[in-house]
């Protein structure tokens, strides 16, 4: 099995910062693209930004320029740093790994989530 766990949320000030980070472990080839996404009471589950195994990026238009997604294909762990945070960043953020795992008949991708930690932007 494959497990994602998170840590980094927490309450912090209009304008301040957090860094989440989400590691996987298990039974794991490889890591295909890695995210995160958010779901404030009320709204969709929406993704904040997305990172592929080469590094490419892609970030909601709400975050670009103040979020910065990164991973460690070593350590399959992704993070995401915030900066300039608002409340309307407020929500729970959620890890999300596409897993290559070995079956019998050959390489298979599984998606998995982590359990949410949350981020509160409030003075």
């Known amino acids: 099995q494959v497990q994602l766990v998170e840590s980094g949320g927490g309450l912090v000030q209009p304008g301040g910062s957090l860094r989440l980070s989400c590691a996987a472990s298990?039974?794991?080839?490889?890591?295909?693209?890695m995210g995160w996404y958010r779901q404030a009471p009320g709204k969709q589950r929406e993704l904040v930004a997305g990172?592929?195994?080469?590094?490419?990026?892609k970030y909601l238009d709400s975050v670009k320029g103040r979020f910065t997604i990164s991973r460690d294909n070593a350590k399959n762990t992704v993070f995401l740093q915030m900066d300039s945070l608002k409340p309307e960043d407020t929500a729970v953020y959620y890890c999300?790994?596409?897993?290559?795992?070995?079956?019998?008949?050959?390489?298979?991708?599984?998606?998995?989530w982590g359990q949410g930690t949350q981020v509160t932007v409030s003075s």
């Open positions: 999300n790994a596409k897993v290559v795992k070995i079956a019998w008949f050959g390489k298979q991708e599984e998606n998995y």
């Open positions: 990172i592929t195994s080469g590094g490419t990026t």
């Open positions: 298990g039974s794991i080839l490889s890591i295909n693209d």
